[in-house]
């Protein structure tokens, strides 16, 4: 089991930043590839970034390309994703989420393939 506890949401202007946390316990983290996933009202859940256990591959949704940087401390247990540049549109429940298996681009990119979720933390960026 992984047990995965997110921080950092909150209101900001659009233009600012924020840096969510995720800090993962139960499982060897640096086994575990992990994403943020991000979810508005009335939309679906979607992958926003990812990265690889040992950090050197990353995934970025084109939406957050050049704005969002996912990152990860496996000495703290520890996912970020720095969000630069926000927003109305950014405004979600973002999740963390880790995946289990092995795979050959270093991450998952099917919201499926992930075994493990946090609760969500929420963020909204005021016009």
């Known amino acids: 089991q992984v047990q995965l506890v997110e921080s950092g949401g909150g209101l900001v202007q659009a233009g600012g930043s924020l840096r969510l946390s995720c800090a993962a316990s139960g499982r060897t983290f640096s086994s575990l590839s992990m994403a943020w996933f991000r979810q508005a009202p009335g939309k679906e859940r979607d992958l926003a970034a990812a990265i690889s256990w040992s950090g050197g591959s990353t995934y970025y949704a084109d939406s957050v390309k050049g704005r969002f940087t996912i990152s990860r401390d496996n000495a703290k247990n520890t996912v970020y994703l720095q969000m630069n540049s926000l927003t109305p549109e950014d405004t979600a429940v973002y999740y963390c989420?880790?995946?289990?298996?092995?795979?050959?681009?270093?991450?998952?990119?099917?919201?499926?393939?992930?075994?493990?979720w946090g609760q969500g933390t929420q963020v909204t960026v005021s016009s």
């Open positions: 989420a880790a995946d289990l298996t092995s795979r050959a681009t270093g991450w998952a990119p099917r919201r499926y393939e992930y075994e493990f």
